[in-house]
């Protein structure tokens, strides 16, 4: 399972690193922070666990970073190759569920996650975008049940992300975009925990700053057009040419 995770990892790694085209106005690079939430079976308010939007448990804010390549397919639709890693956390005492208080189980842990996303216009120029993908992501955790450490081994799952995202500004030479993204897995016991009370896979969503930098010689929005300014020139005024 180790190896499979690598290979992903790997494949996302050659299409950030070494794009096939660098066409004007199609390839971007980029990196974003920000903050993950981590929702599964620890903590919450007073349901059965921290996986409903209502029981979202704000202690379990933790940080992330993430790399991206982004191309432009057609207008309004990307295709992005994205790396992150992020922190991840859950306690349950936090929870306002006094059974869930009283079973005292904590995790903090690590999760790695390489994905392939699609990037769709839902206002014109992109300003407003949809996210949805697939990913594949590793997780390395400790558990602790009433202080106890359970020995959870390297985890791994498929992660479909679905979010949204939205244009903040142009920058420099590049586009500031803040994006909120949850990534739905197929497992249950990223926690390390799996008991009668759990209702729903385990989920973490991504809440982060982006700064994504279009490249390639002939950009006319971000830098110069040699091509065209050459064009431009009056051949009587500039014989050489």
Not at 201 to 210: E, H, K, Q, R
């Amino acid at each position: 399972m180790l190896n499979k995770i690598k290979q992903f990892v790997f494949a996302i790694i050659i299409l950030i690193a070494f794009p096939k085209s660098l066409q004007a106005q199609k390839f971007e690079i980029g990196a974003g922070i920000g903050a993950s939430i981590f929702q599964g079976d620890l903590g919450g308010t007073f349901n059965n666990g921290a996986y409903k939007t209502w029981d979202l448990d704000l202690n379990a804010m933790r940080g992330m970073a993430q790399i991206m390549s982004k191309y432009t397919i057609v207008p309004n639709f990307k295709i992005r190759a994205n790396i992150a890693y992020a922190r991840i956390s859950g306690n349950d005492r936090f929870a306002g569920n006094p059974d869930i208080y009283n079973r005292g189980v904590q995790m903090n842990g690590n999760v790695f996650q390489g994905a392939m996303m699609l990037e769709f216009g839902l206002v014109s120029n992109h300003q407003i975008y949809g996210i949805l993908g697939i990913g594949y992501a590793g997780y390395d955790v400790i558990t602790l049940i009433k202080g106890v450490d359970q020995n959870i081994p390297f985890n791994s799952s498929i992660s479909i992300p679905v979010g949204i995202g939205v244009k903040i500004a142009d920058v420099g030479r590049g586009i500031l975009e803040l994006e909120a993204v949850a990534h739905y897995l197929n497992s249950d016991v990223v926690d390390g925990y799996d008991g009668p009370n759990s209702y729903s896979n385990d989920t973490y969503s991504f809440i982060s700053l982006n700064y994504n930098l279009p490249i390639g010689l002939n950009n006319q929005k971000y830098g110069p057009n040699r091509n065209k300014k050459l064009l431009s020139y009056n051949k009587n005024k500039c014989p050489e040419f």
